[in-house]
Each structure stands twice: as structure tokens, then as C-alpha cells.
T-cell receptor, first 119, second 116 residues
Framework: GAVVSQHPSWVICKSGTSVKIECRSLDFQATTMFWYRQFPKKSLMLMATSNEGSKATYEQGVEKDKFLINHASLTLSTLTVTSAHPEDSSFYIC???????????????FGDGTRLSIL | AQKITQTQPGMFVQEKEAVTLDCTYDTSDPSYGLFWYKQPSSGEMIFLIYQGSYDQQNATEGRYSLNFQKARKSANLVISASQLGDSAMYFCAMRDIYNQGGKLIFGQGTELSVKP
């Protein structure tokens, strides 16, 4: 079945570092990908919609300059957490719907997530 | 605004028994999809079952079934014959096309613990 690969799985780094997370659709093309953030035992909060070849659409309250999203190809979206601080520590997970247009009945495929810890 | 609500933060069930996880939703769009995902402690999101707003019958997938009551705007997940491996977080989610551009919005989640 369709697979979304997310890398890296774990990141531990110092405060002030920028961290890039990659999300790849392995056997299908994804013009749209979604980035979520999740705190322990909490829900997945949508951060932004990544659109291939155009600017990402951010949810209200998400800092565009802090969380840079690039969707340069039909199979790759990246999330860069710039100048990360301890409060940015979280579980980040990407997803992509398979298929174009009317895909309301298509399950979104999720990456395995990235655990980010900022010291 | 689109909204998904799961009112059970945690649930316990005895192994081999059935359990129902509640989910209610709110949307003004007539066309939408409802999903249930399982998230074990390792973090990956596992798709369980889907129900479309125009589907006449309740969805079933193995031990999972969805009790879809459209008028009440509820989409409860029923797990039959619970197994120890069912212990995980369960999320209800909704996607409608016209208002949200295909975004998947999640409920708060229910942590299910299966007792031996």
C-alpha cells in the first residue's frame, strides 16, 4: 500500500539550532501534504498545509517564520523548525492523501513522526 | 466551524469484550468523511475504518465497526473481542472537501487500555 516516509525519527539538539524534517510519499504523488504537531497524550494539531509549487497555508496561531515549509516536488515536503527552543519540543507528523480531487474517502497516509527534543 | 469531539479521555475494557469509543462531529457541509485512527505508544498512525456521509450502511473492517448516526452527528467506533494489542490512543477525524480543503481534523483522542 501507499507509504509515507518521514525522517528523522528522533532529533535531539541544542537551543538555537534549526532542524529540518523530511516527508516523502514513496509510491504516489502528493500535491498536498499536511504537517501536524502533537503533545503527549494529546490530539494532533494541524500546523499547515503544504502545497507543491506554492506557498504553504498555515493554521491560525502558527508562526510562519518559525516553521518553514517547502514542497518542492510531488513527493517531498520539508518542515524546518528555525532557531528551535525547548518549547518547540514535540512530536511532528506529516501526512498525505492519496489521489487527486475528490478524495474524501481516501485515508490519509501518515509518516511515523519525528520526536524533536530541544535542550 | 468544523469540530470533532471525543468525550472519553480514557477507557478500560476486559480482554475479549467489546468496547465503544464515542465520537461526535459538527459540520455544515453535506459531504464529508469520518475516519478512525489508532496510535500505539510508538507513535505511528494506523488507519482503521472510514465512513462517508452518503454511505447508507455502517462501515465494518474486521473487528472494527462504525456506528454511524447521521442525524445525531455521531460516529462511534466499536471494537469487538478486544485484544491486549488494542491498547492505544484512538482518534476520530473528519474531512470535508468544500470548507476545509481536504484537511483532516482530529478529536481529542481516547486512550484505551485492555485488561488481561
Amino acid at each position: 500500500g501507499a507509504v509515507v516516509s518521514q525522517h528523522p525519527s528522533w532529533v535531539i539538539c541544542k537551543s538555537g539550532t534549526s532542524v529540518k524534517i523530511e516527508c516523502r510519499s514513496l509510491d504516489f504523488q502528493a500535491t498536498t501534504m499536511f504537517w501536524y504537531r502533537q503533545f503527549p497524550k494529546k490530539s494532533l494539531m494541524l500546523m499547515a498545509t503544504s502545497n507543491e509549487g506554492s506557498k504553504a497555508t498555515y493554521e491560525q496561531g502558527v508562526e510562519k517564520d518559525k516553521f518553514l515549509i517547502n514542497h518542492a516536488s510531488l513527493t517531498l515536503s520539508t518542515l524546518t523548525v528555525t532557531s528551535a527552543h525547548p518549547e518547540d519540543s514535540s512530536f511532528y507528523i506529516c501526512s498525505a492523501p492519496e489521489g487527486e480531487g475528490e478524495y474524501s474517502n481516501q485515508p490519509q497516509h501518515f509518516g511515523d513522526g519525528t520526536r524533536l527534543s530541544i535542550l | 466551524a468544523q469540530k470533532i469531539t471525543q468525550t472519553q479521555p480514557g477507557m478500560f475494557v476486559q480482554e475479549k469484550e467489546a468496547v465503544t469509543l464515542d465520537c461526535t462531529y459538527d459540520t455544515s457541509d453535506p459531504s464529508y468523511g469520518l475516519f478512525w485512527y489508532k496510535q500505539p505508544s510508538s507513535g505511528e498512525m494506523i488507519f482503521l475504518i472510514y465512513q462517508g456521509s452518503y454511505d447508507q450502511q455502517n462501515a465494518t473492517e474486521g473487528r472494527y465497526s462504525l456506528n454511524f448516526q447521521k442525524a445525531r452527528k455521531s460516529a462511534n467506533l466499536v471494537i469487538s473481542a478486544s485484544q491486549l494489542g488494542d491498547s492505544a490512543m484512538y482518534f476520530c477525524a473528519m474531512r470535508d472537501i468544500y470548507n476545509q480543503g481536504g484537511k483532516l481534523i482530529f478529536g481529542q483522542g481516547t486512550e484505551l487500555s485492555v485488561k488481561p
